[in-house]
């Protein structure tokens, strides 16, 4: 909390996402001054969440994982990783309007239970995911699918995360989640200007 609160009081212009799945947490770091509850699990780690974040009256960005970070990796199957994950968000939506929660955030989830593969279906079909109405997180910055189907070094994925940002943009994402804020904000300079054309 030191630390947080220190953030807060130097970036007063700045808005602050905690990233936690522990009600407890998000609701004395939105105390201290945080504008979003970023939850990784979507509320499905702390059942308190959803009610809290709804109490709070801040954004909820809802991301999907299957299982828990501990086993997400282990047997990893979808019947079809699009549509099992579109039906999870139809879900959570109705949840969070029902916890009093008014901005809902999505983000699919990439690398969080998914493969390679699932991760670049969801990309090509992030489009999809617009029709629920709500705005579209998209983390791919340095993920393994960058570096490992360019077989580089994690430290070398950064022109990957450009070009999968860039697609992820085209495709409907409204925000990213990126390390590299400078190339992340070029890229949406740049796809601006083409729109505009």
Known sequence: MPGFEMLEKKNNNFLLSIDTYHSEVAKETVVAGASIVNDISAGEMD??????????????????????????HQSIQYENVVTNVLDFFIDKISQCRNAGIV????????????????????????????????????????KSTIYKTLQI???????????LNTIALLNGANILRVHDVKEAREAVTLLQAYGKA
Do not use: W
Request: hydrophobic share 45%; glycine share 12%.
């Open 47 to 72: 059942k308190k969440m959803l009610e809290t974040v709804g109490t709070l009256g801040v954004p909820f960005i809802a991301m999907h994982m299957k299982g828990v970070p501990e086993t997400m």
């Open 103 to 142: 901005d809902v955030i999505i983000d699919p989830g990439f690398g969080f239970g998914k493969t390679i593969a699932h991760n670049f279906q969801i990309l090509k079909s992030l489009e999809i995911f617009k029709t629920l109405g709500k705005p579209l997180m998209a983390g791919l910055s340095r």
């Open 153 to 163: 070094d994690v430290n070398d994925a950064l022109n990957g995360t450009s070009v």
